[in-house]
């Protein structure tokens, strides 16, 4: 059984010799009232063995519902994977804890970054959430330290607080799945102080069908919610490329955004990795120049050559790069990328194995 305890601004999550820690910064943890957090942090690892949750704390009606759901969904996808599970709770009660503020995931990514600029002022989070634990590992203090000062002056330009929260829970489960969850949970930690909570969407909703399975979708970003607590997607109309336009004109977001997956580079973005390499292509189709801020701010159409376009992700993606370079005459970017679209096999049947790292 799952118990929860809590000493100030920590918190930590055991059961039989599994333990999560959590480290709360930039606010004062309430004593938590709703332990709902944990169903969304344990419930990865309860589908992978086909084990049910039991929580030794309250837990709102709602979320286990939602949680029941969720396994049902995702062993539908993964059929001899992932498998049903049932939660339960000592105590099962519906928080009543009234209107309370809006909170925003913030990693200093291109998404979350748009989402800042995007938002009317009088939509704007007061609270911005960066998680320690899923980009830079927990013991990994020096560069997440370095992210937050890259971005801070863009938070403080918004005059929006940041929250972090520092957690090894991505030490269970596989990470592609593990992402919603993850992000669920620590959000769901601060249901206490915040009722709403952001997430910008990394695809829109037809990049979504490209894109399935991932662990942050449309379909299944609706379930994390309990009685007086949500998950809210936000910017889902935008393609990555056109955030890339809004975030190239304004000097201040080019400046902050880190995206790179170079974990000895990041949060500087090297300019050789998949992912910068899509990026400066974003830039190029976008806006025909890349901004100065890879360590590398080369690029040269045989870089494409890398891109394994047979990955859902990938695909989704260069789709749309492709198209925004014909409805922009900047096709010369992008020489044979859209033959070698169509030449990608996207039937679905490998795609959960694939997902999952199985094959």
């Known amino acids: 059984?799952?118990?929860?305890?809590?000493?100030?601004?920590?918190?930590?999550?055991?059961?039989?010799?599994?333990?999560?820690?959590y480290q709360v910064e930039g606010?004062?943890?309430?004593?938590?009232?709703?332990?709902?957090?944990?169903?969304?942090?344990?419930?990865?690892?309860?589908?992978?063995?086909?084990?049910?949750?039991?929580?030794d704390g309250p837990v709102d009606p709602v979320v286990i519902a939602n949680g029941e759901k969720l396994?049902?969904?995702w062993s539908m996808w993964s059929p001899g994977v992932l498998q049903p599970v049932k939660i339960h709770a000592s105590k099962v009660v519906a928080p009543q804890r009234g209107k309370r503020s809006v909170l925003a995931f913030y990693s200093g990514g291109v998404d979350s970054t748009f989402h800042l600029m995007a938002s009317p002022k009088e939509d704007l989070p007061s609270?911005?959430?960066?998680?320690?634990?899923?980009?830079?590992?927990?013991?990994?203090?020096?560069?997440?330290?370095?992210?937050?000062?890259?971005?801070?002056?863009?938070?403080?330009?918004?005059?929006?607080?940041?929250?972090?929260?520092?957690?090894?829970?991505?030490?269970?489960?596989?990470?592609?799945?593990?992402?919603?969850?993850?992000?669920?949970?620590?959000?769901?930690?601060?249901?206490?102080?915040?009722?709403?909570?952001q997430i910008a969407a990394d695809y829109t909703w037809e990049q979504d069908m490209m894109s399935w399975p991932w662990g942050t979708n449309h379909v299944t970003n609706r379930y994390f919610a309990g009685s007086d607590w949500s998950l809210k997607t936000v910017t889902s109309d935008f393609s990555r490329t056109?955030?890339?336009?809004?975030?190239?004109?304004n000097k201040m977001a080019c400046d902050a955004i880190s995206f790179c997956t170079d974990s000895k580079s990041r949060p500087a973005n090297c300019g050789r990795c998949q992912k910068c390499v899509r990026t400066k292509l974003m830039f190029l189709i976008a806006t025909d120049q890349i901004p100065p801020i890879f360590t590398d701010n080369s690029y040269q159409p045989s870089m494409l050559g890398r891109i394994d376009l047979a990955k859902r992700k990938e695909r989704a993606f260069f789709a749309d790069i492709y198209m925004q370079a014909v409805a922009r005459d900047r096709?010369?970017?992008?020489?044979?990328?859209?033959?070698?679209?169509?030449?990608?096999?996207?039937?679905?049947r490998h795609r959960i194995k694939r997902f999952l790292g199985l094959g």
């Open 242 to 249: 056109e955030k890339i336009e809004a975030i190239a004109a």
């Open 331 to 348: 096709e010369q970017h992008v020489p044979g990328l859209g033959a070698k679209l169509r030449r990608v096999d996207v039937s679905p």
């Open 127 to 197: 609270r911005a959430l960066t998680i320690h634990g899923m980009d830079y590992k927990p013991d990994n203090d020096r560069n997440f330290l370095a992210l937050v000062k890259k971005t801070e002056p863009l938070l403080k330009h918004f005059g929006i607080e940041r929250v972090t929260i520092k957690s090894d829970v991505a030490q269970y489960g596989k990470a592609t799945i593990l992402h919603g969850f993850t992000l669920a949970g620590c959000a769901s930690l601060l249901s206490d102080v915040f009722g709403t909570v």
């Open 1 to 21: 059984m799952w118990k929860v305890e809590q000493d100030g601004n920590q918190v930590r999550l055991s059961d039989r010799g599994r333990t999560i820690s």
């Open 71 to 73: 396994a049902r969904v």
């Open 27 to 55: 606010l004062e943890l309430p004593q938590l009232s709703d332990h709902s957090f944990a169903v969304w942090h344990t419930l990865p690892t309860a589908m992978l063995a086909g084990r049910d949750i039991e929580i």
